[in-house]
């Protein structure tokens, strides 16, 4: 898995929506048995304003999908959904975020606040902050 340092150094900043976009990258990764840069494929629905956009940076670091090399795509939606394909054999996961994630996130008042957030999201069990399809 990727560092947080490393995450922070990519992206600018800490917090929590580039830790879940870290964490659901990895979590593909596992249970895909896919290969980082070019053996997935990666659909992000409903992150194209900050601070939800955030997430993407953190996919695209954990996953090595870029938009460079199209293999990331990012789409408007209602909800987070982020579809993972490993386009060798066509297994797929869908990974949806908890909605009491959202809620703690939508409360948090300051950046100090996201932060702390963030570092205890990064060292939390995948299965309290997703929904795998």
Do not use: W
């Not at 992000?44 to 460079?68: E, H, M, N, R, W």
Request: overall charge positive.
């Amino acid at each position: 898995m990727i560092s947080l340092k490393k995450a922070v150094e990519f992206h600018g900043h800490l917090g929590p929506y580039l830790v879940l976009g870290v964490l659901a990258g990895d979590l593909a990764l596992k249970k895909l048995k896919c290969n980082k840069y070019f053996g997935l494929e990666v659909k992000v629905y409903g992150a194209s304003k900050k601070p939800k956009s955030c997430l993407i940076d953190g996919l695209q670091l954990s996953t090595g999908a870029t938009f460079g090399k199209g293999n990331i795509y990012k789409f408007d939606g209602r909800i987070i959904k982020i579809l993972f394909c490993n386009p060798r054999n066509h297994k797929k996961i869908t990974v949806f975020l908890k909605k009491d994630i959202i809620k703690k996130i939508d409360a948090l008042k300051s950046h100090v606040e996201s932060e702390v957030f963030a570092r205890e999201l990064f060292k939390t069990d995948y299965k309290k902050s997703f929904i795998i399809e």
